[in-house]
């Protein structure tokens, strides 16, 4: 690997700044920090990905506006409420958030990205927001990224950040996120935030470009409940602070830059999995020999989200039957006969059958906290990999609602 | 109505006899009955709806080709062992169950309908199995229907029939249904089974497209986890018995048939919802004003599939925010400030956002045992229903396996 990990989160990346501030948005948790703010002391690209949910918050669609802009310097996010199913005024709120922002920082409205998360069709409270927001920028400092990280959580238990440094033609550039999970502890909550900065110098289409590619390749893979929340967005910030010469498509500098972007999501993508509700445990589900990328993916995705397998595995139950029920419904290309499941490496299933490893062998693997399920459909090449947890006795409680 | 339902379930029809016997199939339950037979005396019509699961059980396989014979008359069914992803020997079991029952019959085996629910992967006993239906037609009667109904049960707490007469014609004609649900206590268990006989003269072809309507209507329509079976299996018999002019489509004795029928299917699609694993809830997802019939089904389906909204109902929770969201990935074409939903009728959500009615009246309904959601896409006029539970601890707790 030619990037290392370090320390800063979001702040590693040179020219940026973070901090967080009480507003008291959250009714279950009012002295905890709510609010965060990102921004670079010099110019950026920006890029995003958002929800494709058609029912929108309404920070997501001041943000998609907003991201457009050619010089994109700050994050503003709140967490406790979500901004979604609150109509005009929602959008309104959405746009009072970076234009306050905008105020503090001497930036234009459309300099500012602006998230929220938590409860869904509540107006926020925007008085107070504005006040906070007022005085956020004294808050920021170059080491804030995990007060900016602790402020957005949720439910999440933990903070998540990650920064790396790559040398890419000699010079120095950094990486760094911060990101929220799609816990639901209070009724209504279901976001996963990420920002990332990097001090790389990457025109806005590249950054965007590269963004998207590994968006794809990790929150795009993980699944806890297969439920896709309004209010999902990963944003990134380029300022090219580390001098190095503008990357290019194509290039080594642009894939090893690619790469360390890659452990930056996948890392974080794994945390939010790892700290979702109620999961005891972490499963890899990869398919291979699919016949085409849709099958793998379709067969792979009804495994993860299966409700059956998932309790199964909380339980500790091999339970390979209900895993050749989900390959055989998910809509994959597939002959039963001819599909090998294995559990860690070891083979459980045998051409549709029940292989001769000794059951116990496969409730051991089971029952550790975490595995790989491997399956093998043996019709073509295509391959796909996902995420997943189980599905325990706590997730239900934390979900059940007041 | 032009039916009344009257008792007898499959036995109601005439000409048809059915009963149980212990084969100890069932490790957990070796004291129950577990292997039913129904049959008719004489020459019947045949119909049969199977699992779309890519991954069918062997009896599955062995059933869907011996529906097509032209004289069909008995349905044999063990539960404890599903009898699926076992390969060849498999499919050989599947035959030896028809052919044994055959012979004990004086049939043909292609007039024998195979069915077996319960555990997948392992082998069934064949030797005790074609022991017990060597005498298992001494065990029929015409009141044996209970019998039967009991001993195709898994982890169903209540045993589900009906029956209904209606007058076709001026002639009195009946329509019987037994059923198992989709209980999965014991692992590897997710099956549903419905056997209905009816003593009216119908031709095949009629009979099929009659059940295939049906059958859409109600089973097609429920839904508890999301997942499908490898075994699910609606078998019908028609045999005539009653005397009626033979039915025709499209006459008014053909609609009084299908309406009857209907009332059978939605019945016991009803009884299995209402016995599912751990289900504490009946909700019925109404979704109108969709685009397109697909759309309002998309929409419908996701909102009755989603963890978070079953979680939700499960604590009494409202939680109009996770039905938005729902129907917001569901991929029904829709504008989030257009969705009204309705709380058994009371208006929660108008235009995308809360509407006035209090939370708490809401929350009243949503702790109800059964009530109805109901949303207006206000796209169109398309209209679809689907039949759902809530998810509660103890579905994870029956589910998490040995």
């Known amino acids: 690997m030619s990037y290392t990990e370090i320390s800063g989160g979001v702040t590693a990346s040179r020219g940026f700044l973070a901090g967080s501030a009480y507003c008291g ?59 979604a199913c609150t109509g005009i005024k929602g959008i309104e709120n959405a746009k009072r958030m970076a234009s306050t922002t905008a105020d503090a920082l001497g930036l234009k409205d459309r300099q500012v990205l602006v998230c929220s998360t938590g409860r869904i069709g509540v107006q926020l ?21 995990l007060a900016a990280a602790n402020a957005i959580m949720t439910s999440d238990t933990r903070t998540k950040e990650i920064a790396v440094e790559v040398d890419l033609d000699g010079t120095l550039v950094r990486i760094g996120g911060i990101a929220k999970g799609a816990g639901m502890i209070d009724p209504n909550m ?12 990457i025109d806005k289409k590249l950054l965007q470009r590269a963004l998207s590619v590994s968006v794809e390749q990790s929150f795009n893979r993980i699944t806890i409940d297969g439920d896709m929340s309004t209010n999902d967005t990963v944003l990134m910030l380029a300022n090219g602070q580390a001098g190095n010469k503008p990357l290019r498509y194509g290039t080594p500098a642009f894939k090893d830059f690619q790469r360390s972007l890659d452990h930056i999501t996948k890392h974080l993508a794994r945390m939010i999995v790892e700290d979702g509700e109620g999961v005891t445990k972490f499963i890899e589900v990869h398919v291979h020999g699919g016949a085409t990328y849709s099958d793998a993916r379709r067969a792979a995705e009804a495994v993860a989200n299966s409700n059956l397998v998932k309790c199964a595995w909380f339980g500790g139950d091999p339970n390979w039957g209900r895993l050749m029920d989900a390959v055989g419904y998910s809509g994959a290309k597939m002959r039963e006969e001819l599909v090998d499941i294995y559990y860690d490496g070891v083979l459980g299933v045998k051409g549709g059958m029940a292989s001769k490893t000794p059951f116990t062998k496969l409730q051991e693997i089971v029952s550790g906290r975490r595995f790989s399920i491997c399956i093998d459909l043996h019709m073509g090449s ?21």
């Open 25 to 83: 948005i959250k009714a279950s948790n009012p002295d905890r920090p709510d609010i965060a703010l990102i921004y670079s002391t010099e110019p950026c690209a920006a890029a995003g990905t958002f929800t494709t949910n058609r029912v929108k918050a309404a920070p997501v669609r001041v943000s998609m506006m907003h991201v457009r802009s050619s010089d994109v310097r700050a994050i503003i996010a709140n967490a406790g409420n979500a901004n």
């Open 382 to 402: 295509a391959e796909y990999s996902v995420f997943t947890t189980d599905l325990s006795v706590d997730y239900v409680k934390l979900n059940m609602g007041e």
């Open 190 to 201: 279901a976001t996963m935030l990420c920002f990332i900065t990097t001090d790389a110098a």
């Open 125 to 145: 409270p925007i008085d107070k927001i504005k006040t906070t927001i007022a005085g956020l920028p004294a808050a920021c400092s170059e080491r804030g990224s």
